[in-house]
T-cell receptor, first 115, second 114 residues
Framework: GESVGLHLPTLSVQEGDNSIINCAYS??????FIWYKQESGKGPQFIID?????DKRQGQRVTVLLNKTVKHLSLQIAATQPGDSAVYFC??????????????FGGGTRVLVKP | DAGVTQSPTHLIKTRGQQVTLRCSPK?????VSWYQQALGQGPQFIFQ???????QRGNFPDRFSGHQFPNYSSELNVNALLLGDSALYLC?????????????FGPGTRLLVL
């Protein structure tokens, strides 16, 4: 993914509403995808992952959708809470041993939850 | 169960100096990856260590080097610091031997080069 510099796309959402964050990935050989949440001054925190043999995976209040045809990933957060305010990154990698598992990150989306 | 830890938390250096950053992986993890995150951008992969060897490297110059110790902890060294090296340096660990490839990140070291 391409970074977008200092001006991260921002999603403003009302507390209690659902949030949808989108990500386009670049490598058709990628077969493992992860969403991370990064709060100010902290390292990325694992949210949910999905392998390429699936198109949907659900966690607690979060759902990840994978569309391999158009190389698109989305993260849905249900009933968004103030604590969900953060920057969200998608990351892609290949699970093939020879390729290693370096993560390639997208540019990130800032989520602001309005009370 | 301790997560990934990094030291120091913050560091200020001047151009031309050298710096060493340290990382202890999550308990049970054997692989350490290092990333550089410039302000407002996503992390960029520097390199990865497994079984005390560099296994994969990103597009970073030789000024960036590393090491992994028998206890799986790791160091990142940067020589001849440039202003552009100012960034958050993140360490992530994973369990390659157990085939659990999810990478978990530490809090990072914020490096400022003046």
């Amino acid at each position: 993914g391409e970074s977008v510099g200092l001006h991260l796309p921002t999603l403003s959402v009302q507390e209690g509403d659902n949030s949808i964050i989108n990500c386009a990935y670049s490598n058709s050989a990628s077969d493992y995808f992860i969403w991370y949440k990064q709060e100010s001054g902290k390292g990325p925190q694992f949210i949910i992952d999905i392998r390429s043999n699936m198109d949907k995976r659900q966690g607690q209040r979060v759902t990840v959708l994978l569309n391999k045809t158009v190389k698109h990933l989305s993260l849905q957060i249900a009933a968004t809470q103030p604590g969900d305010s953060a920057v969200y990154f998608c990351a892609e990698t290949s699970m093939i041993k020879a390729a290693g598992n370096k993560l390639t990150f997208g540019g990130g989306t800032r989520v602001l939850v309005k009370p | 169960d301790a997560g990934v830890t990094q030291s120091p938390t913050h560091l200020i250096k001047t151009r031309g100096q050298q710096v060493t950053l340290r990382c202890s992986p999550k308990s049970g993890h054997d692989t350490v990856s290092w990333y550089q995150q410039a302000l407002g951008q996503g992390p960029q992969f520097i390199f990865q260590y497994y079984e005390e060897e560099e296994r994969q490297r990103g597009n970073f110059p030789d000024r960036f080097s590393g090491h992994q110790f028998p206890n799986y902890s790791s160091e990142l060294n940067v020589n001849a610091l440039l202003l552009g090296d100012s960034a958050l340096y993140l360490c992530a660990s994973s369990d390659r031997r157990g085939r659990r490839e999810t990478q978990y990140f530490g809090p990072g070291t914020r490096l400022l080069v003046l």
